[in-house]
């Protein structure tokens, strides 16, 4: 078994890796995926029978995430399943270890699909479009049993005027909304994490949807915000509301929309002053800055409240 000595995985990760593919697998080797922020991923390539294969192994090593929700591994790897289950377009689900006991923290070990991510398309129309027909697609799988339950990051009651901001009283009256009575929604299948960064394309098409550790029952527009306040702080608020009228048309009347969830998906997202998320730029958008992004936050912001006086 050939091992790539600077690739950071430590030795005990890589033999319960070749314990769960079998005696016949040599790993070739072993590279770093950059993009990831809350956890370590690597590409292993395989060689089995004479053939090639790809998989890839998520650690968790943030000792805070684990302590608040312990059973990270568990969680991807049930998601997997289920959306597997459903037909989606997810890695196939290899093996997991939930405490980390044998593979030195936890670890989900999955198939590595095909395709790339993308945030300079050729074709924006294309791809929003695809974006939001793989969101509506998911959406159509419903969750019966599945114990992961939606919650919000953020207690809107605790959070105080930010102070980057040039439109601090609007924020408190989002975090009065936000902290009010929730809307009656349609339960189903999300992601939670959904974004063009956890999507991958290829040949103009979506060839998988990747990181489904959050995944859960909950109401479709807690995705739908996730994935519109990414866009606004991308692109602006104008492609955050293409893909709002793309998804629309794609979910038809299974669909309600209430601008109450993209508040609840924007200051889910507050943690201390925004800056630019550092999986961006590994992906090419090298434009951005933390003072734009910002700036697009509080545009974002009034649109959203604007919503809701016309609601």
Not at 121 to 137: I, K, S, T
Request: hydrophobic content about 40%.
């Amino acid at each position: 078994m050939a091992r790539n000595e600077g690739s950071g995985l430590q030795a005990q990760s890589v033999e319960w890796v070749k314990t769960q593919l079998g005696d016949t697998a040599e790993i070739t080797s072993v590279k770093p995926l950059e993009g990831g922020t809350s956890s370590t991923l690597f590409e292993l390539a395989v060689q089995e029978n004479g053939s090639a294969y790809s998989y890839v192994l998520r650690l968790f090593h943030k000792a805070d995430w684990l302590e608040k929700e312990p059973d990270l591994a568990k969680h991807e790897a049930d998601s997997l399943q289920l959306a597997e289950q459903a037909g989606l377009l997810a890695p196939h689900l290899i093996a997991y270890d939930e405490t980390g006991d044998r593979s030195g923290m936890p670890a989900v070990l999955m198939t590595k699909m095909s395709g790339s991510v993308v945030l300079q398309p050729v074709n924006d129309d294309n791809w929003l479009e695809g974006l939001a027909a793989a969101l509506a697609r998911l959406h159509q799988t419903e969750p019966a049993d599945f114990p992961y339950e939606y919650f919000s990051y953020n207690d809107a009651f605790l959070l105080g005027k930010p102070k980057w901001s040039k439109v601090q009283n609007d924020w408190m009256r989002a975090f009065y909304i936000v902290a009010g009575s929730r809307p009656d929604a349609r339960e189903c299948f999300i992601h939670r994490d959904f974004h063009p960064a956890n999507v991958l394309f290829e040949n103009g098409e979506i060839s998988a949807i990747v990181d489904w550790v959050n995944a859960c029952r909950g109401p479709a527009g807690i995705d739908v915000g996730h994935c519109r306040v990414n866009l606004a702080q991308l692109y602006g608020i104008s492609v955050a509301n293409d893909f709002l009228a793309a998804y629309q048309r794609h979910a038809g009347s299974s669909f309600i929309y209430d601008p109450y969830w993209d508040l609840v998906s924007l200051t889910d997202t507050l943690d201390g002053s925004p800056v630019v998320y550092p999986g961006w730029k590994v992906f090419g958008m090298t434009g951005l800055s933390d003072e734009l992004v910002r700036h697009r936050l509080d545009d974002y912001l009034l649109s959203l409240l604007d919503r809701f006086d016309d609601f």
